[in-house]
């Protein structure tokens, strides 16, 4: 099973980059040999990589980093890189090849701090002689100090780095870097392809993966999800039915209040085992006996990783609470398909009952202005707005209609 297994729907990109693998492996083994690189290359030093929500901008990215990581002694006999088994393959996609870094924003920006010591990495030859490769999976969250590190590494990079930015679209990354990058726009994969993978890879029942890939319409890491954890799907099914629960003022501030409280809940279970690992991981590094005080002068470093997980929770609570903005919106659209009279492509089947009761008890006009009001919620959101507050404006907006 190669590395361009995982892309779903994506076949024009994966060849592309296959192709661009070829190129990298033809000028490593150049060097190698002290031949003459090729002439014509389709491989860069820089690439970015944009797509939709559910596109597989990230698990694009780091297949591409893993088939210029491949080893495969099958290359040797004509095997193109990529081949999913050898060890550089494995680790760059699990994530532990030495010559492969990640950065994700912990909070809701990539800071200077978090790029530091990757953006100096980025400048050294790679450890097991191919290449140096820093993959940032949110570029669009980097700040004005972030981007300007990421620009003059990008600018004068090292002969063997390779830069793989992921972000939601072109605009969303400083002119100045996307303009030395090469661009790669994926698509939104069909419903059809995300429930072929998820029969195929993860052994989901037919039925239950056409359900989850067109609830998600063709968001794979959701699809996947709903799929597999029934937890998901119980807090999916709360979400669709709180259209229900607006018939007064006191049910519009409970409903908001549970969906925040569930967000938080939803955070802090994901969190709670990374923080506790990380937390040994460094009172070990630093030298603390088990269960024994800290050394003198690491009060600092240990503060830095508690913000570090502070800003981490945050942003998990409130990707939980655009997940289940976004499964809310997708139900007014359908509501809206109903109400012009299409029941073509209606995402929330399964709750059928709901979306019928909500059509006849409003008018798509009405319908509209539900949606911009999730739409502005989420705005609130990004601009820190508290949760809560964000919420409760639109749970209300949502009975006004």
């Not at 780091?62 to 491949?70: E, T, W």
């Not at 503060?303 to 007014?332: I, M, V, W």
């Not at 059928?352 to 008890?361: F, Q, S, Y």
Request: hydrophobic share 45%; charged share 25%.
């Amino acid at each position: 099973m190669s590395v361009w297994d995982d892309l779903v729907g994506q076949e024009k990109a994966g060849e592309q980059l296959g192709a661009a693998a070829r190129d990298a492996d033809a000028l490593v083994t150049a060097a190698a040999s002290g031949a003459a690189p090729p002439e014509a290359s389709r491989m860069t030093h820089a690439w970015l990589f944009t797509g939709p929500p559910g596109a597989g901008v990230v698990r694009t990215a780091r297949a591409f980093a893993a088939a210029l990581q491949c080893v495969s002694p099958d290359r040797a006999l004509g095997g193109a890189p990529g081949c999913g088994f050898c060890d550089g393959c494995h680790t760059a996609l699990i994530g532990t090849h030495a010559d492969v870094s990640t950065v994700a924003a912990v909070g809701t920006q990539i800071l200077a701090d978090d790029m530091r010591d990757t953006v100096r990495k980025s400048f050294t030859s790679p450890a097991n002689g191919r290449w140096q490769v820093i993959l940032v999976e949110d570029a669009e969250r980097l700040n004005e100090k972030s981007a300007n590190a990421v620009l003059k590494a990008v600018e004068e990079p090292a002969p063997r780095t390779v830069w793989l930015l992921c972000a939601p679209s072109i605009e969303d990354v400083l002119p100045t870097i996307r303009s030395r990058c090469r661009h790669l726009n994926l698509r939104t994969p069909s419903v059809d392809a995300v429930a072929d993978m998820l029969v195929r890879r993860d052994g989901v029942e037919p039925g239950v993966a056409a359900a989850a890939a067109r609830a998600t319409q063709g968001h794979v890491d959701r699809a996947r999800r709903l799929a597999t954890d029934p937890a998901a799907r119980e807090r999916r099914a709360t979400v669709l039915r709180l259209p229900l629960r607006l018939d007064d003022i006191g049910g519009c501030l409970k409903a908001a209040q549970e969906l925040v409280d569930a967000a938080a809940d939803d955070a802090k279970a994901l969190a709670e085992e990374t923080d506790v690992k990380e937390t040994e991981e460094l009172k070990a590094a630093l030298g603390a006996a088990q269960g024994g005080r800290l050394p003198r002068g690491t009060a600092g470093v240990m503060k830095d990783l508690e913000d570090k997980q502070k800003r981490r929770r945050t942003r998990t609570q409130r990707d939980s609470l655009d997940l289940a903005l976004t499964d809310l919106t997708a139900l007014y659209r359908d509501v809206l398909a109903l109400q012009l009279g299409s029941r073509v492509a209606i995402a929330n089947a399964d709750v059928e009952d709901t979306l019928d009761r909500v059509a006849r008890g409003s008018t798509p006009e009405s319908t509209l202005r539900r949606i911009e009001a999730i739409a502005a919620c989420r705005e609130a959101l990004d601009r820190n707005v508290a949760p809560l507050l964000a919420v409760e404006a639109m749970t209300m907006a949502l009975r006004a209609g």
